[in-house]
């Protein structure tokens, strides 16, 4: 199985798309996963509920979060992952449309990587998209997995 490069959780169907093709057309992942609420992207990193047969080993190699989710909202994703031992190494990123400070100071007390507010050009978000892709997947250099 190939291992999952970026696990993009984005309720907004808009959003969603755009990011899509801005990582598609800028080459920059070929293995995504989408999970469309919290709940669904705490059960595949913790292969649990529909993931069950999933191996933990699989990825993510990092997570592009928004905060405004249905069932779980981002900022309890976060928590979770940065809770667990199995995934608090996982670079997280927040791609928000929210610039509120709580909002902010919250992701980075939970141990977000990068927090991002979405641009509203779709040029700008494509760029961003697209930087956001190559600097971790390509220039970060993540810590070895504990066997």
């Known amino acids: 199985m190939n291992q999952i490069e970026i696990l993009l959780v984005e309720d907004n169907p808009a959003d969603l798309k755009m990011t899509l093709h801005a990582l598609h057309s800028g080459k920059v992942a070929n293995h995504i996963h989408v999970a469309r609420d919290g709940e669904e992207a705490l059960d595949f990193l913790f292969c649990e509920g529909a993931?069950?047969?999933r191996n933990m080993n699989d990825g993510p190699k990092v997570i592009m979060l928004d905060l405004?989710?249905?069932?779980?909202?981002?900022?309890?994703?976060?928590?979770?992952?940065?809770?667990?031992?199995?995934?608090?190494?996982?670079?997280?990123?927040?791609m928000t449309s929210?610039?509120?400070?709580?909002?902010?100071?919250?992701?980075?007390?939970?141990?977000?990587?990068?927090?991002i507010v979405k641009p509203v050009n779709f040029e700008a978000f494509a760029?961003?998209?697209?930087?956001?892709?190559?600097?971790?997947?390509?220039?970060?250099?993540?810590?070895?997995p504990e066997q």
């Open 127 to 144: 760029k961003a998209v697209q930087d956001l892709g190559m600097y971790w997947l390509l220039l970060n250099e993540p810590p070895t």
């Open 98 to 115: 929210s610039k509120e400070q709580s909002d902010l100071a919250s992701s980075y007390d939970l141990g977000v990587n990068s927090y």
């Open 68 to 94: 405004k989710l249905p069932k779980v909202d981002g900022l309890e994703v976060l928590a979770r992952i940065k809770a667990d031992p199995r995934t608090k190494k996982i670079p997280v990123v927040i």
């Open 51 to 53: 993931y069950a047969t």
